[in-house]
C-alpha cells in the first residue's frame, strides 16, 4: 500500500485551494496533525463543537444526517484526497452540521479552524479566493436540491446516471457506491431503484452487472422518464466541472 501523501501535497490538490499562494499553504500544512481512524469509528457528531477541517490521505468517509424516522441519510462520501468540514470552519456559531464516520481505515489530518480564519484575517486576497471557491460549492448544492426535487424516482434516477456519465466520460459508468446508500441519497427504496434498473434493462435502454453499468440509450432514458435532456446541462456561466447530483465523490476513484 503507498504512503499516505503530505498534508501540504493535499492542500495543494484541493481544488478549494487552487490558485491560493504556496507559503500560505505551507502554513496551514504545519498546523495539520495526523489523526487515524477505524472503520465505524466518529470523527465528530452533528452538533459538535467545529474545531477542525480534515484532508482525508487514504481511506474512505462518510457524511450523515438521521431522518426524524430515525434512518440514516449518506449526503457525501469521501475518499483520498479529498477535504472534510471545510465550509463549517466559516460557520457561527461553528458547529459541524452533520456526522462524520470512516468506513475503512482511514488516515486523516486535521487542520485547526483558528489556523485558517488567522491565515485569513493576515490575507484578504485568500479569504477571496476560498469565497469564490465556496460559491462554486453552494452552486453546486443548489444543482442537488434541484436534482432531489425532481417529480418522480425515475427521473431522479436516470438524472443521477447521465451526472456519472458526464463526470466518467463515457456510457461505461461505475457506481460509486453499494444500491442502499444510493437509494437513499436518490430518496427512494431500495426495493424502487431495483425495480427500476430492472426495468431499464428489459427495455434495452441499459446493460452490465453489479454497480458496472452500460447506458444504451441516454435520449431513451431520459423519454422513458419524462426528463428532459437539456434539464442535465450545466449553465455554461458557471465555472468549473460541478456535480449534478452532488452525491458521487468516489466516482472513478476506484
Given amino acids: 500500500m503507498a504512503s499516505p501523501a503530505s498534508p501540504l501535497s493535499l492542500l ?30 466518529l470523527l465528530f457528531a452533528e452538533g459538535d463543537e467545529a474545531r477542525a477541517f480534515y484532508l482525508v490521505a487514504q481511506g474512505e468517509v462518510h457524511l450523515y444526517r438521521f431522518s426524524p424516522q430515525g434512518e440514516e441519510k449518506v449526503f457525501q462520501m469521501l475518499g483520498d484526497g479529498d477535504l472534510l468540514a471545510e465550509a463549517a470552519m466559516f460557520l457561527s456559531p461553528a458547529v459541524y452540521p452533520m456526522t462524520a464516520r470512516a468506513v475503512r481505515d482511514s488516515t486523516l489530518f486535521a487542520v485547526p479552524r483558528q489556523a485558517l480564519l488567522s491565515l485569513c484575517a493576515a490575507s484578504p486576497p485568500l479569504m477571496l479566493t476560498l469565497l469564490s471557491a465556496l460559491a462554486r460549492r453552494l452552486y453546486q448544492a443548489m444543482n442537488r436540491i ?34 442502499a446508500v444510493l437509494a437513499a441519497q436518490l430518496g ?67
Fill in 12 to 41: 495543494h490538490d484541493a481544488p478549494l485551494f487552487a490558485g491560493v499562494d504556496a507559503g500560505h499553504l505551507a502554513t496551514l500544512a504545519q498546523a495539520a496533525r495526523s489523526r487515524d481512524a477505524r472503520a465505524g469509528q
Fill in 188 to 254: 427512494m427504496t431500495p426495493e424502487t431503484l431495483s425495480r427500476l434498473l430492472q426495468k431499464f434493462r428489459q427495455d434495452g435502454l441499459l446493460s452490465g452487472k453489479g454497480r458496472t453499468l452500460v447506458l444504451l440509450d441516454a435520449d431513451m432514458l431520459c423519454e422513458k422518464v419524462a426528463l428532459p435532456r437539456q434539464a442535465m446541462r450545466p449553465p455554461s456561466h458557471i465555472g468549473g466541472n460541478p456535480s449534478m447530483t452532488g452525491c458521487c465523490n468516489l466516482a472513478g476513484k476506484r
Fill in 146 to 179: 434541484d436534482h432531489l426535487t425532481l417529480n418522480n424516482a425515475g427521473q431522479r434516477l436516470v438524472a443521477y446516471l447521465l451526472d456519472l456519465r458526464r463526470q466518467q466520460h463515457g456510457n461505461w459508468i461505475s457506481i460509486p457506491v453499494n444500491f
